[in-house]
């Protein structure tokens, strides 16, 4: 085979894995949003605790200590508190779920792009995260 058959060839893969891997991540993102949504429907308010109204203030505290970099965050906000439960196995965790979607720069300094994530509220303060891939 010829030389520029060959790079022809390694460019077109290349291309292909790019694609997939932007395929995958958007898979994966679009899941997590209809399982967040999914868990959040069908639930009693008067279950949830007080309604959060400074839900994106309790939020953003929540972010200072989960994000390596919470000040250079961009979050976009899903929609206003929604009754939810993020209990598993039989067992309920109740409270007022908040979806977003954060863009915050990773120990490189480099933006990891916009990734979804959620954030279930009771009290004033979150008592579960998801979306984080560890301690949710």
Not at 7 to 35: E, H, N, P, Q
Request: hydrophobic residues 40%.
């Amino acid at each position: 085979m010829r030389e520029s058959h060959k790079s022809a060839m390694f460019l077109i893969d290349d291309f292909c894995r790019f694609v997939f891997s932007g395929a995958v991540k958007l898979a994966f993102a679009i899941t997590c949003l209809f399982v967040v949504s999914a868990l959040a429907q069908n639930v009693d308010s008067s279950l949830c605790g007080p309604y959060p109204k400074n839900y994106k203030e309790i939020v953003w505290n929540w972010l200072q200590g989960m994000l390596l970099d919470a000040d250079s965050a961009k979050i976009e906000w899903q929609g206003d508190p929604k009754p939810g439960d993020l209990g598993r196995n039989g067992e309920h965790i109740y409270g007022w779920l908040v979806e977003f979607r954060v863009n915050s720069r990773n120990r490189f300094g480099q933006y990891t792009g916009k990734q979804s994530h959620g954030a279930l509220i009771r009290d004033n303060q979150v008592i579960k995260g998801t979306g984080f891939g560890y301690g949710n």
